[in-house]
């Protein structure tokens, strides 16, 4: 452990897309960078926390400090999630894919002879909610995001509901609002306690900002 707010906490953090096979050489994505989830681990670990950063395919470093556990798909990053518990927090800033392909077929699917291939898809598990439901295993204070493009705050006040989560942080990913790859983000915070706009600020600030109410939150371990 290190020292700062959170020494002596363990902080579980999820970040990146995950990448959903179609085949040995294709996958469904998303577009998320894993910039947010990043600068949250390497914030908690300069806060003292211990932290396990488990993410998805990004070209980022690994922050420092961190311990960091490499997955590709929902299924791994929940198993991974699960592996790493307990934890004192946990923040789900990964992008999981909703969605995954029914059955992955085992060798490259061919150009040609059998016309346009078809995908089926079956729903990943929400790790969000699995762990937010975890009787016994939950964390202290579980906090997941919401990337919407309208309604931001209503959307993602009902989805703290639906999740089981405590807060909420919400941004606007309207293509307007530049969030994705990008630097910035306007957060809302959503808490048992009602809204909080955060002014508009780069994600490494965002960061900081969450890991000092998490500890806030959490208090001083006892000794
Ligand atoms: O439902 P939606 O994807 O908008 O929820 C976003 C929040 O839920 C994020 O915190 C994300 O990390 C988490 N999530 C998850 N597992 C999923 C889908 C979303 O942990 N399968």
Do not use: Y
């Not at 096979?21 to 469904?28: E, K």
């Not at 002879?113 to 898809?121: I, K």
């Amino acid at each position: 452990f290190g020292k700062g707010p959170l020494s002596g906490r363990h902080l579980l953090v999820t970040s990146g897309p995950t990448h959903e096979p179609i085949d040995p050489v294709r996958v469904i994505a998303n577009r998320s960078s894993g910039r947010q989830g990043h600068a949250i681990a390497q914030a908690a670990a300069g806060a003292g926390a211990k932290v396990t950063l488990v993410s998805g395919p990004v070209a980022l470093p690994d922050p420092q400090g961190v311990q960091v556990v490499k997955v590709e798909t929902a299924r791994e990053m929940l198993a991974a999630v699960e592996a790493a518990l307990p934890a004192d927090a946990a923040v789900f800033a990964a992008a999981v894919a909703d969605w995954r392909v029914a059955e992955e077929a085992s060798q490259k699917i061919k150009k040609g002879a059998a016309g346009l291939p078809t995908l089926s898809f079956v729903e990943n598990p929400d790790i969000l909610a699995t762990i937010s439901r975890a009787a016994g295993r939950r964390p202290r204070l579980v906090v997941g995001f919401a990337a919407e493009t309208s309604d931001v705050v209503a959307n993602a006040a009902a989805k703290r509901m639906a999740k089981g989560c405590d807060w909420i942080l919400a941004n606007d990913v309207s293509a307007a609002a530049g969030v994705f790859g990008g630097e910035a983000n306007t957060i809302h915070m959503i808490s048992e306690a009602g809204v909080e706009t955060w002014p508009r600020m780069d994600k490494a600030e965002a960061a900081r900002q969450l890991i000092d109410r998490i500890a806030k939150q959490l208090g001083p371990v006892a000794p």
